[in-house]
């Protein structure tokens, strides 16, 4: 009986055993470093063409290249939404892509060089719709169906008329801006069916000629910067009323991006001199891993899940000598892919 008893005792800790072990690996791999939530990141060419990744390392073709540089990416839905000349949207992963809007605004088409389409649409997630700039007089429309239809958007105070919006950007705690490239203005929505409403009084900005300034944020920070680098990059700390200069960055360069990823810090993308890294009083030059002379055109950040509940948060740049990833925020990059890229997302 004792035997019996000796031989059950030490069959349930075998099983036991077994089982603590394939909860913590299987086949040598630890499940406490496997994925659970894997990003999906998309990669334009300057050739046009469409790459995804999963984990910045295996990169397939899902749109292949057309001669028209991809000059904006978003996601909506399960749909991917790309623009070209027009806005394009696919709902089978990019296999296919159909045109689904043709009155956007032109304004910054001239300026291929400069590719700072990225910020003339926005997925807002607060809203659950998709914006997008346009040649109607009143500057916006939307798309509450993931992309496949747009809608001119007529909601405004009535005061606000023939605008030229040239980019978006919404705070962290929901409200969606609008810049008027016209007078610098600056349009709000808190909801989603409330109305633009202009912020009425500006101070810090300076004056309207000279500069061409785009939206951004980190946090419920607004960011305003100069594409032509005249005037570097402004903040505002109380939705867009009054606005602070941010020193560093080098004068009269293209300043194609200004993303702040996780809201931890803000990076810039300039045309010649690579990453810009604000480290909480001035920006500095931010190039380990970078070659010489880098454009960088677009800048997104992306974060794996693992199993046991950790995440890891990488940053990818989209330059003129390839796909770059940073795993500390921008202070060190490697290249990942060789090639011509003009937008990620």
Same mark, same amino acid.
């Given at each position: ?7 059950y ?22 499940n ?8 999906s ?9 469409l ?156 004056p309207? +000629?000279?500069? #061409?300034? %785009?939206?951004?944020? &980190? ?6 910067? /100069? @594409?032509?680098? !005249?005037?570097?990059?402004y ?10 200069p ?54 997104v ?9 950790? +995440?890891?948060? #990488?940053? %990818?740049?989209?330059? &003129?000598?390839g796909?770059?990833?940073?795993? /500390? @925020?921008?202070? !060190? ?13």
């Open positions: 009986m004792r035997k019996a008893n000796l031989i005792s030490l069959g349930v800790l075998a099983i036991l055993t077994i089982a603590f072990q394939a909860c913590k690996k299987s086949n040598g791999i630890d406490n470093s496997i994925v659970q939530k894997p990003y990141l998309y990669v334009g060419t300057e050739q046009g063409a790459l995804n990744t999963n984990d910045g390392a295996n990169f397939k073709t899902i749109f292949p290249a057309d001669g028209f540089k991809t000059r904006a990416l978003l996601t909506s839905g399960m749909n991917i939404i790309m623009v070209k000349g027009n806005v394009h949207m696919s709902d089978d992963n990019g296999k296919n892509f159909n045109p689904v809007y043709t009155n956007i605004n032109s304004f910054y088409l001239g300026l291929s060089k400069y590719i700072p389409w990225q910020q003339g649409i926005l997925y807002s997630a607060a809203h659950n719709r998709a914006y997008v700039i346009t040649k109607d007089p009143k500057g916006i429309a939307y798309s509450d169906d993931n992309g496949k239809t747009w809608i001119v958007d007529n909601n405004y105070e009535a005061d606000i008329n023939n605008t030229t919006i040239t980019s978006f950007t919404n705070q962290q705690s929901g409200p969606v801006y609008a810049h008027n490239a016209s007078n610098d203005s600056i349009y709000y929505r808190n909801a989603k069916g409330d109305k633009w409403e202009q912020v009425k009084t500006v101070a810090g900005l300076p309207t +000629s000279g500069h #061409l300034f %785009y939206l951004g944020h &980190n946090g419920n920070t607004l960011l305003l910067t /100069d @594409l032509v680098g !005249n005037d570097s990059i903040s505002s700390n109380d939705n867009g009323a009054n606005w602070n941010m020193p560093g960055l080098p004068v009269k360069h293209i300043l194609h991006c200004t993303y702040a990823p996780f809201d931890k810090t803000i990076l810039v993308g300039t045309d010649s001199m690579g990453v810009y890294r604000w480290d909480g009083s001035k920006f500095v030059a931010s190039n380990a891993g970078l070659d010489d002379y880098t454009v960088v055109y677009s800048i950040g992306k974060e794996d899940i693992f199993k046991n509940g950790v +995440s890891k948060q #990488l940053v %990818y740049a989209a330059t &003129n000598k796909l770059y990833r940073s795993e /500390d @925020l921008g202070v !060190n990059w490697a290249l990942v892919l060789p090639g011509g890229f003009v937008n990620v997302y």
